[in-house]
């Protein structure tokens, strides 16, 4: 089991992101209205005002998508249509995801498969 | 790791600078700048610092203040500190008068290595232990060597 982090830059995205998650077989998922730490600094933190036009063009908020993935095979599926629908997450400014190991879970909505 | 200790010379520590604006705090600090740097122009650097001061205050509170700016006069990112004799109102955000002003001024392309430098010296500022040791010490040599103890 992992759990899969995706900061979503792009918002408009995210009807869609959230459907390629149902879509590969992601059960559950926990939507967080999030910041960018430049965004936070350059408007925020007075000090840092003065970095505003690095973040010109950029996002001033985000959504991190918090899921448990069950197996391998969900987490590549989602990857597969989630990578070019934000228009490829090798590009900057749209989004970071990533996946730490999860030894222990209860809670999770329960897998229900037609056979 | 970027530190100030091979950014800040002893010479480009100013203390107990009598100045009665910040203008005046700002020349000095320029100067001692020149005086170890190459800065083709003081004057037009004044202006760059101002302006960014223009956007707001770099005030960060219990009397420190972190003017700074990228300019394409210098080649490297490189600092200067003062001590004022007298308290100066620099339109602090806490409403406290500034004693320490720490001055950072690098290239347009050093974004990254001035920031760091930039978030550093607001993370030691932001210790009173420090802020203190650094008001207390007797010689510029020693005031530098209170911020590489910290780093």
């Given at each position: 089991m992992k759990l899969l982090v995706f900061v979503l830059?792009?918002?408009?995205f995210l009807e869609e992101a959230l459907e390629a998650y149902v879509e590969a077989g992601v059960t559950g998922a926990t939507i967080l209205d999030s910041e960018g730490m430049g965004r936070f600094l350059a408007y925020e933190v007075p000090l840092f005002a003065g970095f505003k036009e690095f973040m010109?063009?950029?996002?001033p908020y985000n959504k991190t998508i918090l899921s448990v993935i069950r197996d391998e095979s969900t987490l590549e599926r989602l990857k597969g249509i989630i990578d070019p629908l934000i228009?490829?997450?090798?590009?900057?400014?749209?989004g970071i995801m990533f996946t730490v190991p999860v030894d222990w879970v209860a809670g999770l909505v329960p897998e229900e498969e037609e056979v | 790791m970027v530190g100030i200790g091979n950014r800040?010379?002893?010479?480009?520590v100013l203390l107990d600078l009598e100045a009665a604006d910040k203008g005046e705090v700002l020349r000095a600090m320029i100067g001692a700048l020149g005086s170890v740097h190459e800065v083709e122009d003081q004057e037009s650097l004044l202006k760059e610092i101002l302006a960014r001061e223009d956007i707001s205050s770099t005030c960060i509170g219990e009397g420190c203040a972190i003017p700074h700016t990228q300019s394409a006069q210098l080649e490297r990112s490189v600092m200067a500190a003062a001590r004022l004799a007298s308290p100066l109102d620099m339109d602090s955000p806490d409403g406290e008068p500034v004693s320490l002003v720490f001055l950072l001024a690098g290239p347009p392309r050093g974004a990254a290595t001035h920031l760091k430098l930039l978030s550093r010296t607001a993370r030691f500022l932001h210790k009173p232990e420090l802020r203190k040791a650094l008001l207390d010490a007797e010689t510029p040599e020693a005031f530098l060597e209170i911020l590489e103890q910290q780093e």
């Amino acid at each position: 089991m992992k759990l899969l982090v995706f900061v979503l830059n792009n918002e408009e995205f995210l009807e869609e992101a959230l459907e390629a998650y149902v879509e590969a077989g992601v059960t559950g998922a926990t939507i967080l209205d999030s910041e960018g730490m430049g965004r936070f600094l350059a408007y925020e933190v007075p000090l840092f005002a003065g970095f505003k036009e690095f973040m010109k063009g950029n996002k001033p908020y985000n959504k991190t998508i918090l899921s448990v993935i069950r197996d391998e095979s969900t987490l590549e599926r989602l990857k597969g249509i989630i990578d070019p629908l934000i228009g490829g997450l090798d590009n900057p400014g749209t989004g970071i995801m990533f996946t730490v190991p999860v030894d222990w879970v209860a809670g999770l909505v329960p897998e229900e498969e037609e056979v | 790791m970027v530190g100030i200790g091979n950014r800040l010379n002893s010479q480009c520590v100013l203390l107990d600078l009598e100045a009665a604006d910040k203008g005046e705090v700002l020349r000095a600090m320029i100067g001692a700048l020149g005086s170890v740097h190459e800065v083709e122009d003081q004057e037009s650097l004044l202006k760059e610092i101002l302006a960014r001061e223009d956007i707001s205050s770099t005030c960060i509170g219990e009397g420190c203040a972190i003017p700074h700016t990228q300019s394409a006069q210098l080649e490297r990112s490189v600092m200067a500190a003062a001590r004022l004799a007298s308290p100066l109102d620099m339109d602090s955000p806490d409403g406290e008068p500034v004693s320490l002003v720490f001055l950072l001024a690098g290239p347009p392309r050093g974004a990254a290595t001035h920031l760091k430098l930039l978030s550093r010296t607001a993370r030691f500022l932001h210790k009173p232990e420090l802020r203190k040791a650094l008001l207390d010490a007797e010689t510029p040599e020693a005031f530098l060597e209170i911020l590489e103890q910290q780093e």
